[in-house]
């Protein structure tokens, strides 16, 4: 998976910009001057004319008659300049405007996209995961998080109030997609909350993993990772067995793990959350800290679905 240095958004951690083209001096950043546009246009309109007339099928036209029309409508162009603004105005406008209309489908088209690969995401298991909330709510959310995105870290505390506002209807499961530009620091945080929980279980994972978000500063090296050991300790567990686990990197598969599995179901940056309605299958793929508001709403479509008899088993 091949990841950039991070171009963030106002809302997510991504692999890189979106580098769709436009060209700038339509867009006012780099005005094209007014007599080369007015040269296009009477260029156009003599190319216009000759191509009709090259296509007729009758008789060959006069040529005298050709270039006396070409003459007038050059000069009367020329002579109005209120009439060639109008055109030349109207001629980037209808370019701007099939510009937005070809950006916009793109763009429905890769959110559609990514809604079918979400599909396929994994649905969670109690063996597996690190469930808050009811194990078997009809609703999961299914997080894949970076402990060094600030996005994340301010996105941490949405997740607890879907679950204070949805009460046993949701659960929110977290996994780990720790991005390339933010290690080895996201990836260390990763590891060390797994053995936060081989070490005290979920209680103590859940402790450790809001412990991190409340303390780090973000960007990479929000968070000193020879605290991480220290962290432990002051949260009750085995200093020098935590320190054992982290140093032999003996849950680095778990966390490539997940993050190879992000990836191949369309998660592209983070905070990236899966609604999965568990009864029916349905799912709806959410990037970046977005409002609570906007999950509270797609959490009420998933309800309304009929339950489907394809649905996997929780």
């Known amino acids: 998976m091949q990841q950039q240095k991070s171009v963030t958004s106002n809302t997510c951690c991504s692999h890189g910009p979106d580098r769709s083209f436009f060209p700038q001096w339509l867009t006012g950043y780099l005005p094209i001057p007014r007599s080369i546009a007015q040269t296009c246009v009477m260029i156009c309109a003599l190319l216009a004319f000759t191509s009709a007339s090259a296509q007729d099928t009758g008789p060959a036209p006069d040529e005298a008659l050709v270039k ?10 020329q002579e109005n300049d209120q009439l060639l603004d109008k055109v030349i105005d109207q ?26 690969k979400a599909k396929k995401v994994r649905h969670p298991t109690a063996d597996r995961d690190h469930i808050r909330g009811n194990p078997k709510a009809i609703i999961s959310l299914i997080e894949y998080s970076d402990f060094e995105c600030p996005f994340c870290k301010r996105f941490h ?13 949701i659960n929110w499961v977290y996994r780990y997609y720790p991005l390339s530009f933010h290690n080895p620091g996201a990836e260390l945080e990763s590891q060390a909350a797994e053995c936060a929980a081989e070490l005290g279980g979920a209680d103590a994972f859940w402790r450790y993993t809001d412990a991190i978000y409340a303390r780090t500063k973000s960007g990479g090296k929000g968070f000193a990772t020879d605290q991480l050991t220290p962290l432990a300790k002051e949260l ?32 592209t940056g983070t905070p990236g959350s899966i609604l999965l309605n568990n009864e029916t299958g349905e799912v709806r793929l959410l990037s970046g800290a977005l409002p609570q508001a906007t999950f509270d709403a797609s959490i009420a479509e998933l309800l309304a679905k009929p339950k489907a008899a394809n649905a996997q088993p929780q």
């Open 236 to 267: 009750g567990l085995d200093g020098p067995a935590f320190q054992q686990c982290l140093d032999g990197g003996r849950h680095a598969d778990r966390v490539a793990e997940d993050l190879k599995e992000g990836a191949s179901i369309g998660i």
């Open 68 to 77: 006396q029309v070409t003459e007038a409508v050059i000069k009367a162009l």
């Open 91 to 116: 001629g980037i406008q209808r370019y701007q405007d099939r510009q937005k209309a070809a950006r916009e489908k793109a763009r429905a088209e890769q959110a559609r996209m990514a809604q079918e």
């Open 157 to 169: 505390d949405t997740p607890k109030k879907l679950l204070a506002a949805h009460g046993d209807e």
